[in-house]
């Protein structure tokens, strides 16, 4: 595996191996690997001549109260798991290579941002656009691999592929989850003893309500209230959205129906965790 | 010459034009061609093998009192004339295949946009970055080419390219004048025979001053005062702006150095004129 952090001398190696022919797959991430990241990996390199995958840690979609800072940060270990999952480049750049003095351009996503985690972290969705827009430049994927745990940062990149004509196909992978299901996540090493044993109930409460839709529920305010509840019992959780949506719009829905997504966020202290759940 | 409607077939036919190793030039224009866009295409046809250029008024490039509707059209003289000069492919998408409905992601571009015609057309570049950014993307060409006469759009559009990494190299050409100096412009056919008359004054005034600098003058507030007074003496002309600016940030200058631009945008009527001169 070769580490790279110089945009001009990957842009050149892939256009190199485009030139050859062959196809390359990315997979974007901000590090601090789980196995999450290496199924996209997996995936990746089923489909593909070539794989490269980022690490780094976009400060622009962070915002100002957010962890940035604090963000997981291990590259040594990341370099280990990427190599053996079969990585070909990891390309590691620093902020000033990603985003040189004088730089100015970013994208302004639409509608698509204005929901879920959109509402809560405004500007999140318009540094990630713009960063992923620039990998997408840069490497010349035909493929490029997101995670579903991030539902809406799929279906905002996605649209953003196609306004924009790229010609790339952009894959959603499954949620891996621990084995009490809690979703895998940078972030959960932030948790707490007592939060790590209660963070699971997102899950729960997500195949509650897919339960109830299954046996023939249709009412979203009724799902809602049932996921508020079981989440609710946790005196440390504190709801930042529960949302029931079209799968492909993200606008809210009042009646239930086939591919919806059920998303939420909820923070355990300092921690905020999502998850989601699509229906039928 | 293909005529090309269709961004599917475009895009196809270019990329297998990349598979086998050509070059492509690109020539973004709104049609009404004159001899200033065939300027470019002289040029994209000595560096290229294949020359595309896009023929579409972009909507989203006009404010809502501009003159979006009433922009000159004339695609069957455009079409002869792309084929004389060698075009290979003459892209004519309508809005609809550019702009299809849910479209919902722009460019947002920064500073840059905050001086000159940025000033006087908020949501302009806007749309100008999010149409070539589109048509960057389509054709991937290596060459792109732009004129002068246009010379923000050209900084602003450069900034971007450098910005979202597309490895592409940016021309800008010399503007292209009637006899008389008029620079060329397809917005030169609203003029009524009188401000067709007095029009020239505007490279008469960049001229002057360029001599004012020549002869040792660096006070750009003199010179911008001179363009004033040669201009203002026609009763039918309303400058917009005069600004000498870094010719790399747009920035205004109080003492002109070598390598700024002297830029105007003035008013016959209801036609809006622009022309610019780079100082030695």
Redesign the interface.
């Given at each position: 595996m070769q580490i790279i952090s110089s945009?001009e001398k990957l842009?050149q190696i892939c256009?190199d191996w485009?030139?050859q022919?062959l196809a390359i797959g990315l997979v974007p991430t901000m590090g601090y690997l789980h196995r999450g990241h290496l199924s996209l990996v997996e995936a990746a390199v089923k489909d593909n001549d070539k794989v490269v995958m980022s690490i780094f840690v976009n400060p622009t979609q962070f915002g100002p109260n957010e962890d940035y800072q604090q963000y997981p940060r291990d590259l040594g270990a990341d370099l280990k798991a990427a190599s053996n999952a079969g990585v070909d480049i990891a390309f590691c750049p620093t902020e000033e290579e990603m985003y040189p003095q004088?730089?100015?351009?970013?994208?302004?996503?639409?509608?698509?941002t204005s929901f879920l985690c959109g509402k809560s972290r405004p500007g999140h969705f318009?540094g990630v656009?713009t960063v992923v827009?620039?990998l997408l430049?840069?490497v010349t994927p035909q493929n490029a691999y997101f995670g579903q745990k991030d539902y809406q940062q799929f279906v905002v990149l996605k649209?953003?592929v196609k306004?924009?004509?790229?010609?790339i196909v952009m894959h959603c992978m499954p949620i891996i989850r621990e084995n009490d299901n809690l979703a895998l996540s940078s972030r959960n090493i932030y948790l707490t003893a007592e939060q790590r044993q209660a963070a699971p109930k997102l899950f729960a409460a997500l195949i509650e309500a897919e339960q109830m839709y299954a046996n023939g529920e249709r009412n979203a305010a009724v799902l809602e209230q049932r996921i508020k509840e079981i989440i609710g019992n946790y005196p440390d959780a504190r709801i930042d959205y529960i949302a029931i949506a079209d799968k492909n719009t993200l606008e809210p829905l009042t009646n239930v129906e086939q591919g919806a997504v059920i998303a939420l966020a909820v923070w355990f202290g300092k921690t905020r965790l999502i998850d989601n759940f699509l229906l039928g």
């Open positions: 945009i842009s256009s485009r030139r022919g004088g730089f100015q351009n970013y994208v302004e996503p639409g509608p698509l318009r656009c827009l620039k430049n840069i649209q953003m306004d924009f004509n790229l010609p």
